[in-house]
Nanobody, 118 residues
Framework: EVQLVESGGGLVQPGGSLRLSCVVS????????VSWVRQAPGKGLEWVAS????????AYADSVKGRFTISTDSAKDTLYLQMNSLKSEDTAVYYC???????????WGQGTQVTVSS
């Protein structure tokens, strides 16, 4: 059974940093891409970043490129999102999600709230 559990959200001032974690089970990073997706208050889902560990590749939305870094630790079955230079517009619930080719994102974590405010 595929499971994803996020943690690490919180309140941070503009310009600050946070690191989100997502512990996964039921699959390995060597066999699957994994993504971070966020939803700001009153808005739809926004893809943030993906990692293809089996190909050593990453991809980022333009809105976070250069500020966020996605990574994995296979020994800990954990996905990370390091977020630097945070802005108020980064305020959102952040989800880790596992895609399946042709099916979109059928697997989601419960989400973790990130609030960027002074």
């Amino acid at each position: 059974e595929v499971q994803l559990v996020e943690s690490g959200g919180g309140l941070v001032q503009p310009g600050g940093s946070l690191r989100l974690s997502c512990v996964v089970s039921g699959f390995t990073f060597s066999s699957s891409a994994v993504s971070w997706v966020r939803q700001a208050p009153g808005k739809g889902l926004e893809w943030v970043a993906s990692i293809y560990a089996y190909a050593s590749e990453t991809a980022y939305a333009d809105s976070v490129k250069g500020r966020f870094t996605i990574s994995t630790d296979s020994a800990k079955d954990t996905l990370y999102l390091q977020m630097n230079s945070l802005k108020s517009e980064d305020t959102a619930v952040y989800y880790c999600a596992k895609p399946i080719l042709g099916l979109g994102y059928p697997y989601w974590g419960q989400g973790t709230q990130v609030t960027v405010s002074s």
